[in-house]
């Protein structure tokens, strides 16, 4: 029996990003379509991208976030994506060509996999009900390196988030962290 795919948006802390959230996974993990030519792999961003007003896709789970163009209004546009995003997940359009690998296991020193681990289980959970994506990238001299990917990427807010959220968390929790920097895109 088919289900029947409810689209519900979301607005997030980026004014430029909405979450589109549907009611089937549509992808284990996430993965991020910051422009029209990354997302050569995935079906379904590619349609997205043939809309003149988005300028990013960004999957996890259950949601889409879209990122618009600044020209672009959410009041013109929002409803023209529910309904795409719906007929797109009925038709089960793919998000990628290929099935993701499954996460590797956390690597490092003791320090690098309390890291990661912390910002798997606290941080990445919040990220994500915000539209967004983190990844660790390194930890060294004290500096933990994350990539904001989704929402996250370009979002007025994001810096306060790392600095007065995740810094302070992860120094609570790993006596040698003193600083976390995220990773231009």
């Given at each position: 029996?088919?289900?029947?795919?409810?689209?519900y948006t979301?607005?997030?802390?980026?004014?430029?990003?909405?979450?589109?959230?549907?009611?089937?996974?549509?992808?284990?993990?996430?993965?991020?379509?910051?422009?029209?030519?990354?997302?050569?792999?995935?079906?379904?961003?590619?349609?997205?991208?043939?809309?003149?007003?988005?300028?990013?896709?960004?999957?996890?789970?259950?949601?889409?976030?879209?990122?618009?163009?600044?020209?672009?209004?959410?009041?013109?546009?929002?409803?023209?994506?529910?309904?795409?995003?719906?007929?797109?997940?009925?038709?089960?359009?793919?998000?990628?060509?290929?099935?993701?690998?499954?996460?590797?296991?956390?690597?490092?020193?003791?320090?690098?996999?309390?890291?990661?681990?912390?910002?798997?289980?606290?941080?990445?959970?919040?990220?994500?009900?915000?539209?967004?994506?983190?990844?660790?990238?390194?930890?060294?001299?004290?500096?933990?390196?994350?990539?904001?990917?989704?929402?996250?990427?370009?979002?007025?807010?994001?810096?306060?988030?790392?600095?007065?959220?995740i810094e302070?968390?992860?120094?609570?929790?790993?006596?040698?962290?003193?600083?976390?920097?995220?990773?231009?895109?």
């Open positions: 029996m088919a289900i029947n795919i409810n689209v979301e607005s997030t802390p980026n004014p430029a990003t909405m979450k589109f959230l549907v009611n089937k996974l549509l992808i284990n993990g996430s993965v991020d379509f910051p422009t029209k030519e990354s997302a050569e792999a995935s079906p379904f961003a590619k349609e997205l991208f043939k809309f003149n007003f988005v300028n990013g896709v960004f999957f996890a789970s259950n949601f889409v976030t879209i990122t618009k163009s600044e020209d672009a209004n959410w009041a013109d546009i929002e409803q023209i994506l529910k309904e795409f995003v719906k007929g797109a997940v009925e038709s089960e359009l793919k998000v990628q060509e290929k099935a993701q690998e499954e996460a590797p296991a956390f690597e490092g020193s003791e320090q690098e996999i309390k890291i990661q681990q912390i910002l798997h289980d606290y941080v990445r959970p919040a990220v994500e009900q915000d539209g967004g994506a983190i990844s660790y990238k390194s930890f060294e001299n004290g500096i933990v390196t994350v990539e904001l990917r989704g929402s996250c990427s370009g979002c007025p807010s994001s810096t306060y988030t790392l600095k007065a959220g302070n968390l992860l120094k609570r929790m790993v006596p040698e962290v003193q600083e976390v920097v995220s990773e231009a895109l």
